[in-house]
């Protein structure tokens, strides 16, 4: 086995490779600080930088690399720097709307096989976050893992019951329940990773998703400070190397606690999410059925019902307004720099001009 499939650079990956950049060498992305970034051969870490072409004609968040990504890259002094040339095309990708007011992507993780969302059995514990969660990996057609921590913390009857309330909006889904100080439940969560395969986990701060890592890897490679009492968040204390490789050979994309998670641009993923709504809608009397105020809509008689609760309803109907929103923002956004672009060219094709008179 070569070193780069060792990074999960498999079959599909070969087959969409230029073969007119095969001077470059593939590496993979496994962390990154704003135009800095830390690629992998396989072989050794390699600090890594964008060229100024690349940065000079990325538009959008969506074409810079990001942590999980396969990129062409020269190196240099002895394999010690990387400058990315280009990337290759995405198998998946998990993207958010970028925190605060900024209407924009933030790239979460890339080529990822399945993703493991992870929620704790106390105070964090919402199905509604977790609908957010599935709309942006049901996106790209990502599997989802939920995993349920902290236990202990509450009975099993319990545990059972937080579970069906999953079950009833994802009949199909797997969920395990661990606690990270039973070494069996760790044990049991081994066993969902496959050789080769790209994992990311998602969840809030405080879930004991840094433990969790900890206890996979057998070492303490991440530090977090005691859980706050006032929200119930672990801070960390340390950088984080995102990804990681497992004893077996399987790969894990960490991410830091998201506290905001919007969505933009996610149809696919709220139909995928939210299947059984997005089934009634084409009983629904008007095609352009917003499932709100309308007469003859098939979702709304269904939650009088009582066939879908009204948390769950409001819920898509809140992340489909935002979505819309967020998108429609973006566009805009979008046109007015290209026009900006257009002007600045122009003006400086004016100025070159005028200097050569």
């Known amino acids: 086995m070569n070193t780069l499939q060792t990074l999960g650079f498999d079959n599909w990956f070969q087959d969409k490779l230029d073969l007119s950049k095969t001077d470059f060498n593939i590496v993979r992305v496994i962390s990154v600080n704003k135009n800095s970034f830390v690629v992998s051969n396989g072989v050794k870490d390699i600090y890594a930088e964008l060229t100024g072409k ?55 993780a890339a080529n990822i096989d399945i993703a493991i969302v992870m929620q ?8 509604r976050r977790l609908e957010r969660y599935l709309v942006i990996v049901n996106d790209n057609n990502i599997t989802p893992i939920i995993l349920l921590s902290k236990s202990d913390l509450i009975s099993p009857e319990e545990v059972e019951e937080k579970k069906k309330q999953i079950l009833g909006i994802l009949p199909e889904v797997k969920i395990i329940s661990f606690s990270n100080n039973n070494l069996s439940d760790i044990e049991n969560i081994k066993s969902l990773f496959t050789p080769h ?68 641009s996610n149809e696919s993923g709220l139909s995928d999410t939210f299947t059984e709504i997005d089934e009634l ?17 098939a979702v709304l008689e269904a939650v009088k019902m009582g066939e879908i609760s009204a948390e769950r309803h409001n819920n898509y109907i809140k992340i489909y307004k935002e979505s819309l929103y967020n998108e429609m923002s973006y566009v805009e956004k979008r046109q007015k720099d290209k026009k900006f672009g257009k002007f600045f060219h122009s003006t400086m094709k004016d100025v070159k001009k005028m200097k050569g008179r």
């Open 54 to 108: 690349f940065l000079f004609n990325s538009d959008s968040a969506l074409d810079l690399p990001t942590v999980g990504d396969f990129v062409s890259a020269q190196l240099f002094d002895d394999d010690t720097l990387a400058i990315i040339q280009d990337i290759l095309p995405r198998k998946s990708l998990i993207k958010r709307k970028a925190a605060g007011k900024k209407i924009d992507y933030q790239l979460i």
């Open 120 to 127: 704790a059995l106390d105070s964090n514990f919402n199905i």
């Open 197 to 264: 395969k790209t994992y990311c986990l998602l969840g809030s701060s405080g879930v004991g998703k840094t433990t969790l890592l900890n206890n996979l890897i057998h070492q303490e490679l991440y530090k977090t400070q005691p859980i706050r009492e006032k929200d119930g968040r672990g801070k960390h204390t340390t950088t984080r190397r995102e990804l990681i490789i497992l004893e077996n050979g399987a790969i894990i994309i960490d991410n830091p606690g998201m506290r905001e998670l919007g969505v933009i």
């Open 281 to 297: 809608a084409d009983r629904c009397k008007y095609r352009d059925c917003t499932h709100t105020v309308e007469a003859g809509c």
